[in-house]
């Protein structure tokens, strides 16, 4: 059934009921504490280290606490310097988020090759058995510990480590004229961490509005004249309409489909003074090269040369892995410990959790715009209706989007209305 709507007019689709908003807990502000322990002058007979080496404390106060507490002094006198702030920042990151690598072989069910070396059996995590840390380090399977012998998960077969992906990427095929940043953290982190993140230590501007684009692939009819006019509308509308509010843009910030239209778009009216913040929300182990974001110090990348080598995607067990978008400002990279797998579920989850808690803390408007998409769009999309987040629908783009907005038009017809049991 087509729709009587003109193409790249947009259908909003929301629940009945209005959102409601949560409370967040505040963090109680560090004591004062003269101690020089900070330049490493002099510490404190009542120092302590704990067992995983990572909190000192002196008199009762972590080393965290006490360097906060004299940055905040030195800030006070105006002698902080640019380099004692960076550490700072990095001391925070890496206290606060990790990374997690699979310590555990199980074999892939779906591998069915019988005739290869045992070093190239692909484990459930999505990486032969030669790709493990413990592995090479011992070229012994033994090293792995029960392996073959249970189900994959990534609260049973991984273990978790300081992150050692942060800091700015320098694409190496541009010529830069702004360097991302981006974190590689574990998956259950809490989204009030990562808003800290991005509002106090990334100093992203404040903003009203956050637009959470969905939709990943755009389908061979890209091609079509009258599908290039309207995607060129849209692109223009949601950078005019970002820039009228200072709102944030959300994507998954890989380098095809939907998220590079939103980047490129972005990309062409960036401006000296003007930066709309772009946000790329995407499974680490979906990253292409992302071993060239890890710091073998662990003391992050400033910057990490990035090879994206545009357009080149790499293909295992039917999921493609896609290089890092070049356009967007910023990259948040969930680890689950494995590779080539997207995690739709999962992801979806964390967006939308992410997004509500930056709406929630700033008291600014969140909204999903979805441009085509396939079946995992659709999914998406009902899940943000439940969450009581309003959809706009851009028709004429393809696939998920021309359904909606098809249905919703014959819905009108019938003096119906779409609510979000019905999505």
């Given at each position: 059934m087509e729709s009587d709507r003109e193409p790249g007019v947009?259908?909003?689709i929301r629940s009945s009921r209005t959102s409601s908003s949560s409370s967040s807990s505040s963090t109680d502000e560090p004591q004062t504490n003269g101690t020089s322990i900070l330049t490493g002058n002099r510490t404190s007979k009542?120092?302590?280290?704990?067992e995983d080496g990572e909190d000192v404390s002196v008199d009762g106060k972590s080393v965290f606490q006490l360097k906060l507490n004299r940055a905040g002094q030195l800030r006070g006198h105006g002698q902080r310097s640019r380099s004692s702030e960076k550490k700072l920042k990095n001391y925070w990151i890496t206290k606060h988020f990790k990374g997690i690598k699979c310590a555990k072989f199980v074999k892939d069910p779906s591998n069915h090759f019988t005739n290869v070396y045992l070093e190239e059996l692909m484990c459930s995590c999505g990486l032969q058995l030669d790709e493990h840390e413990d592995y090479k380090k011992n070229k012994n399977i033994d090293a792995m510990p029960e392996h073959d012998t249970a189900q994959w998960s990534p609260t049973t077969c991984t273990v978790s480590f300081r992150t050692n992906a942060y800091g700015n990427v320098d694409f190496t095929e541009i010529e830069p004229d702004f360097l991302p940043k981006y974190l590689r953290f574990k998956y259950d982190t809490p989204v009030k961490l990562i808003r800290e993140l991005l509002q106090e230590k990334w100093n992203l501007p404040k903003t009203t509005l956050i637009m959470s684009v969905i939709g990943r692939?755009?389908?061979?009819?890209?091609?079509?004249?009258?599908?290039?006019?309207?995607?060129?509308?849209?692109?223009?509308?949601?950078?005019?309409a970002?820039?009228?509010?200072?709102?944030?843009?959300?994507?998954?910030?890989?380098?095809?489909?939907v998220p590079k239209l939103v980047g490129k778009a972005v990309g062409t009216r960036r401006t000296f003074t003007r930066t709309i913040p772009t946000i790329g929300v995407a499974a680490w182990g979906t990253v292409l090269n992302s071993e060239q974001l890890v710091s073998k110090d662990g003391k992050g990348l400033f910057p990490a040369h990035y090879a994206s080598f545009s357009g080149l995607q790499r293909n295992c067990n039917e999921h493609v892995m896609k290089a890092l978008d070049c356009n967007h400002t910023a990259f948040l990279l969930p680890d689950f410990g494995t590779y080539r797998n997207r995690h739709k579920e999962e992801m979806c989850k964390f967006r939308i959790d992410l997004e509500r808690e930056l709406k929630e803390a700033?008291?600014?408007?969140?909204?999903?715009?979805?441009?085509?998409?396939?079946?995992?769009?659709?999914?998406?999309?009902?899940?943000?209706?439940?969450?009581?987040?309003?959809?706009?629908?851009?028709?004429?783009?393809?696939?998920a989007a021309d359904l909606i907005a098809t249905a919703e038009a014959t819905l009108e017809r019938d003096h119906l209305s779409l609510n979000r049991t019905q999505v």
């Open positions: 947009s259908v909003t009542n120092s302590r280290i704990d692939k755009l389908s061979k009819r890209r091609q079509d004249p009258e599908k290039i006019k309207v995607l060129e509308r849209i692109k223009d509308g949601l950078v005019d970002a820039l009228s509010t200072e709102a944030w843009i959300m994507t998954s910030g890989l380098d095809g489909g700033a008291d600014s408007n969140l909204i999903t715009i979805l441009i085509e998409g396939g079946l995992s769009a659709l999914i998406e999309t009902a899940e943000r209706v439940k969450k009581k987040i309003p959809v706009v629908v851009m028709s004429g783009t393809g696939r």
